[in-house]
């Protein structure tokens, strides 16, 4: 993330020395279908840099995501390690309901390639980083454990790209992690567990955007395949895969 940040101030320097630069925000939802479904508030914002005449265009996309209300969890599928008993964490009966909650944010930089006049397609390429987070609660015990996982890599990408009052574009990518960790936290002993993901697979997206003056909507379903972890000392995190369908409404400066 600090690699990412430093591009992003890069980026703004060129900017002040004659790129045309546009800022957007954007507010939208996601589903993330994961151990659970669950509805999620989204807030994301991002900076382009394009000098005029010129086919390619710099970019810096930030998004994060947040749980809008908590899932239950399917207690036959998912099995934990009590947490120590406390005021504030009193014993789990096999009946009690856990809820998780999840969270996550992603950055994204990097140079595409288009025009705006005509027809054309689009290829990109960025660094991409990304973040995804359960937590495990109940009425019961506040906190019972979390799995985080972040993923750093390359992502490349080819769409197409219609002009018109209200442009169309379509794209599809496929990241690919260098690195991923994943670690899981908890009130036991042995945690928090940290450890590199050697079975790293590509996790995909596909996304939809239409543009009208300001005013910009874009549909996306992304793919993540995520690794699993041996932990001798407590919990193993089994590889799981997220499928997370997503809309923004962004609003162009």
């Known amino acids: 993330m600090r690699f990412l940040g430093i591009l992003f101030f890069l980026f703004?320097?060129?900017?002040?020395f004659g790129q045309k630069f546009r800022f957007n925000s954007s507010i939208g939802t996601s589903l993330i279908s994961?151990?659970?479904?669950?509805?999620?508030?989204?807030?994301?914002?991002?900076?382009?840099?394009?000098?005029?005449?010129?086919?390619?265009?710099?970019?810096?996309?930030?998004?994060?995501?947040g749980n809008i209300s908590g899932s239950l969890i399917n207690r036959s599928q998912y099995v934990f390690i009590e947490p120590?008993?406390?005021?504030?964490?009193?014993?789990?009966?096999?009946?009690?309901?856990?809820?998780?909650?999840?969270r996550g944010g992603?950055?994204?930089?990097?140079?595409?390639?288009t025009s705006q006049h005509k027809i054309s397609f689009i290829p990109s390429l960025s660094i991409y980083s990304k973040s995804i987070a359960r937590k495990i609660s109940s009425s019961k015990s506040e906190y019972i454990e979390e799995e985080k996982y972040s993923l750093h890599g390359i992502s490349a990408g080819i769409g197409v790209f219609i002009p018109g009052k209200t442009s169309v574009s379509l794209q599809a990518k496929i990241f690919e992690p260098l690195y991923e960790e994943v670690t899981l936290y908890g009130?036991?002993?042995?945690?928090?567990?940290?450890?590199?993901?050697?079975?790293?697979?590509?996790?995909?997206?596909?996304?939809?955007?239409?543009?009208?003056?300001?005013?910009?909507?874009?549909?996306?379903?992304?793919?993540?395949?995520?690794?699993?972890?041996?932990?001798?000392?407590?919990k193993s995190i089994q590889a799981s895969q997220a499928i997370i369908p997503s809309t923004l409404l962004t609003y162009f400066f």
């Open 84 to 102: 120590p008993v406390n005021p504030r964490n009193q014993p789990i009966s096999p009946s009690d309901e856990l809820v998780a909650q999840y």
């Open 187 to 234: 009130r036991y002993v042995g945690v928090p567990y940290q450890s590199l993901v050697s079975d790293k697979h590509p996790n995909y997206k596909l996304r939809a955007d239409m543009n009208h003056g300001h005013f910009g909507l874009a549909f996306a379903v992304e793919v993540l395949n995520l690794g699993g972890a041996e932990n001798p000392n407590s």
């Open 12 to 16: 703004i320097s060129i900017g002040v």
């Open 106 to 113: 992603q950055a994204e930089a990097g140079i595409s390639w």
């Open 34 to 65: 994961w151990h659970e479904n669950q509805s999620t508030l989204d807030l994301a914002a991002g900076i382009s840099f394009q000098n005029p005449g010129k086919k390619h265009k710099i970019f810096v996309e930030l998004k994060t995501i």
